[in-house]
């Protein structure tokens, strides 16, 4: 087998995969909704290991990738603006806008600055209070409660100079969207480990018993993801529609309630726009009316600006699941990580990067269609 | 910014202004994280640290396995722990 022997415990790795090569008796499509099991999955080449049938279909797990593009151009907008600092996580200053992106306003000459926690960025205006300081506060509910704690503490503190450009997504919603949509193909969902650390999974327990559908939190270590697969698939033989953890040594239940507080007092549930997918109601975060002082949108009133994708990119069908970055003509020549023509391909826990990593050809046939040697 | 890095408490902040901090070190690299929604995470503890903020506790054996896979990820490191961050393999 191909790449089995990379692994740290490949004789686990075997065995799992035995397991799971004697539960599957039919084809399932399960899709997981975490960039970074992406990342493992396409590196390790599990996709390509699992019996024939089983597939792995990879979601809108990553934050950057789904941030909207009109949200990238009000970003862009308020950097170049005089007198502001921008600061945000460095995986967002290449995520092209429509106009180019927040490491083209820094080499123009505008304060952008790459911070790595946002309370940096709350010190950065503690230091600077003549000038306006921005934090790009983007992210699943793994960064919401960072950036809630920022929020709190610029107020708690009174640097009244600290605002957020706030665009925060929430995975629950999304995956009801996507059982949602008519051309679903997704049986079971691996749900992400460290989210769930945060929010726990009972947000995730009605929609397993509404849609009848299997849903296994799951770390993203190779060997946590070979044993949610296999979860899921004995759920999904057995005609069980549950959510199972696979991941107990991080997450519990109701995952971390200071977290899940401190989120909750400073946002409010309103609904997005995902990047490559369309409008989802009530599916992410915005301040609460409370915190509306340190609302970068209010406070630079940037208008409404009319986005539009580069019209090679087919980020959207790969977000829903429906196609491969491998079924794109600009995949690997027009579209690379250094050149990025759409958002999959910026950050590594976007699909597109995480193929280009791992090495995958245009050509190559998709995972469903390997043979795995048995 | 999603990934979630494992790192081992090697201090917690006397300071009592502002949230609860302490430093964590990450494989080498020191940081200081907010231990504001982990407050029962001590000096030796394990927690899993998402920009810059303590979201769960874990044991040693699962750090190791975590921060494994984060090396094989291209920047993966770098990325999470921020502009000035120096990567030892
Ligand atoms: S390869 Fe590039 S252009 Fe094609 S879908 Fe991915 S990000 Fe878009």
Known sequence: MKYLDEYRDPVLARRLLAELNGTATRPWAIMEVCGGQTHTLVRQGIDELLPAGVRMIHGPGCPVCVTPLEIIDKAVAIASRPGVIFTSYGDMLRVPGTHGDLLGVKARGGDVRVVYSPLDAVRVAADNPGREVVFFAVGFETTAPANAMAVLHAADTGVANFSVLVSHVLVPPAITAILDAPDNQVQAFLAAGHVCAVMGWTEYEPIAARYRVPIVVTGFEPLDLLEGIVMAVRQLEEGRAEVENQYARAVKRTGNAPARDAVRRVFQVTGRTWRGIGPIPASGLALAPEFAGHDAERRFAVEDVRATEHPDCIAGAILRGTALPTDCAAYGTRCTPRRPLGAPMVSTEGTCAAFHHAGRRRSAPTPSTVEVPR | ?89
């Open chain 2, 1 to 89: 910014m999603c990934l979630g890095i494992p790192g081992r408490v090697v201090a917690v902040s006397e300071d009592e202004r502002g949230p609860l901090t302490g430093t964590v070190d990450f494989d080498g690299i020191r940081r200081t994280v907010c231990l504001a929604y982990t407050p029962e995470a001590g000096i030796g503890d394990y927690v899993i640290v998402h920009v810059g903020f303590a979201i769960s506790q874990v044991d040693e054996a699962e750090a190791a396995k975590t921060l494994a896979v984060l090396r094989a990820i291209p920047d993966a490191l770098a990325t999470e722990l921020g502009p000035d961050a120096e990567v030892r393999s």
